[in-house]
């Protein structure tokens, strides 16, 4: 079946420095890839989603690319904010119908001033 | 964002107690979702109503049981519940007619304490 693996956190930046999140997945066929992010005491909110091989998906200074022949969806940002600090979730979901939309277990980011 | 708002926010019950949770979302979505989410542990899709029929029940226990009067409310009815029923419940909506593969909107959760 479909599934996400993703960077177990937490993961520890300096203000300024560049973030990767490392996302892997296994799916049938061609899935929707996502990204969310929860905030502290607060709910998950899409970040960003590409649907289709090479698509980029970039929002809030956060990107990340569809890459078929390696299976990943890698979120990126060239300068993190302490704003940034919150559990970022890697998500995918198949074409059809009926199928249901799997999550990564998250992975906790804490910016130091 | 106060497009998918979940009361109460917080909940301490007992085991022997009857409660309920509810979702409203004022984005004229067709599609609502109940998730569990627990520390350590993947977020749990519970339960999926798509134009206010259930299409989606993922095993999970009848002392939970969802209702979905109309599109624009969810609720979660909460019966003899255990200690590790303990977590915070997120609601989502999204637009609907695709199923579960729209992006989804979630609320702020509730954050459930069985005693």
Redesign the interface.
């Known amino acids: 079946g479909n599934s996400v693996t993703q960077m177990e956190g937490p993961v520890t930046l300096s203000e300024e420095a560049f973030l990767t999140i490392n996302c892997t997945y296994t799916a049938t066929g061609y899935p929707?890839l996502?990204w969310?992010v929860q905030y502290p005491?607060?709910?998950?909110?899409?970040l960003l989603?590409a649907t289709k091989a090479d698509d980029k998906g970039s929002n809030k200074g956060f990107e990340a690319t569809y890459r078929k022949e390696t299976t990943s969806f890698h979120l990126e940002k060239g300068s993190v904010q302490v704003s940034d600090s919150a559990v970022y979730?890697c998500a995918l979901?198949?074409?059809?119908?009926?199928?249901?939309?799997i999550?990564?277990?998250?992975t906790r980011l804490h910016i130091l001033p | 964002e106060t497009g998918v708002t979940q009361t109460p926010r917080h909940l301490v019950m007992g085991m022997t107690n009857k409660k309920s949770l509810k979702c409203e979302q004022h984005l004229g979505h067709n599609a609502m979702y109940w998730y569990k989410q627990s520390a350590k542990k993947p977020l749990e899709l519970m339960f999926v109503y798509n134009f206010k029929e259930q299409t989606e029940n993922n095993s999970v226990p009848s002392r939970f049981s969802p209702e979905c009067p109309n599109s624009s409310h969810l609720f979660l009815h909460l019966h003899t519940l255990q200690p590790e029923d303990s977590a915070l419940y997120l609601c989502a909506s999204s637009p609907g007619g695709q199923g579960i593969t729209d992006t989804q909107y979630f609320g702020p959760g509730t954050r459930l304490t069985v005693l």
């Open positions: 929707s996502f969310y005491g607060e709910g998950l909110q899409l989603k979730f979901t198949g074409r059809n119908r009926d199928d249901k939309i999550f990564g277990k998250g």
